[in-house]
């Protein structure tokens, strides 16, 4: 990967959550219920159509279309069982799709494993389980290097820029830090193979709203690097505050896509997701 420096470009400590990247049309999305991405042109990861479910069981998943363009960010809101946890497994490879593919800078890897996915620049952090509690934060963080080679120390050294309460804690069991330091964990061991893309699972399930802000202004700043972030939130609001592209689903199907501004102001979003 490359080896100039990814945070490089970072801002300064005060970024706000507004959206400081050009807006733009989005070509991508249709407005209403279906959504198709333009002719010819592709978003730089995509889950298009995808269709599937668990093993033998029923399809989750009905024909759902997510994307995330070159250093946007990405929200997947929607209720309690709607299928966005089973949307992120499918764009990693954790799902055996029946229809649809996944499309990664021009290149189909639906075929790929969640390990090639990895080494294509993919990194995912789940919602649950997202750490190693008994081991060191340290330890944490080089266990997200594994299929480095070089440059481990430099991009530790960038993790613990963007989170420096890990560098004062990095002796200590990460099973021992708070909920939001234990985020930062996953989210810097995620960082570790400086991925393109970085997919987040509820990244503040569990934290308090300060917490959660300071962790989106993290986020914002990774993104401002280029890294593309997919993330599923259960702080729908907030998060599609920070949304380039924001999707809403329902029973496994794209019920609302647009940008993170349209569905805030959508009364429909509103009514039905965002409590009025
Ligand atoms: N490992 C699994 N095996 C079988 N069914 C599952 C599994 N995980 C989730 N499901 C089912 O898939 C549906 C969607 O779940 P999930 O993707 O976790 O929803 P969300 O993340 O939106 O809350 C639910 O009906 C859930 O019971
Ligand atoms: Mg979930």
Redesign the pocket.
């Known amino acids: 990967m490359s080896g100039t420096d990814p945070y490089s470009d970072r801002g300064n400590k005060d970024v706000t959550i507004t959206n400081p990247r050009p807006g733009g049309t989005f070509p991508h999305v249709k407005h209403g219920d279906q959504v198709a991405p333009a002719a010819g042109e592709l978003p730089f990861l995509i889950g298009e159509n995808m269709t599937g479910?668990?093993?033998r069981?029923p399809d989750?998943l009905h024909d759902c279309t997510i994307f995330v363009d070159k250093g946007q960010i990405a929200v997947i809101v929607?209720?309690?069982?709607?299928?966005?946890?089973?949307?992120m497994?499918a764009v990693f490879g954790m799902l055996d799709l029946h229809g649809g593919r996944v499309v990664l800078d021009g290149e189909d890897i639906s075929d790929l494993t969640p390990q090639a996915r990895v080494a294509k620049g993919m990194a995912f952090v789940p919602?649950t389980n997202n750490i190693f509690t008994s081991m060191t934060v340290e330890e944490n963080l080089e266990m997200g290097a594994f299929l480095r080679r070089d440059g481990i120390r430099q991009t530790m050294e960038q993790v613990y820029d963007l989170f420096p309460i890990l560098k004062d804690k990095r002796r200590q069991m990460a099973g021992e830090l708070s909920g939001g330091q234990r985020q930062q964990v996953a989210v810097g061991r995620a960082l570790m193979t400086e991925p393109q893309l970085l997919m987040l699972?509820e990244p503040t399930a569990g934290v308090s709203p300060i917490v959660m802000d300071e962790l989106f202004d993290r986020i914002i700043e990774v993104a401002r690097t280029g890294i593309s972030i997919l993330m599923?939130e259960q702080n729908a609001r907030q998060a599609l505050e920070i949304a380039d592209t924001g999707f809403v689903?329902v029973q496994?199907r794209n019920a609302f896509t647009d940008t993170g501004k349209a569905l805030l102001a959508n009364e429909e979003v509103r009514r039905s997701f965002l409590g009025g």
Do not use: C, E, H
Not at 78 to 87: F, I
């Open positions: 479910g668990y093993g069981g989750i929607g209720p309690n069982g709607a299928g966005k946890s089973t949307g497994k919602q699972d599923v689903l496994g």
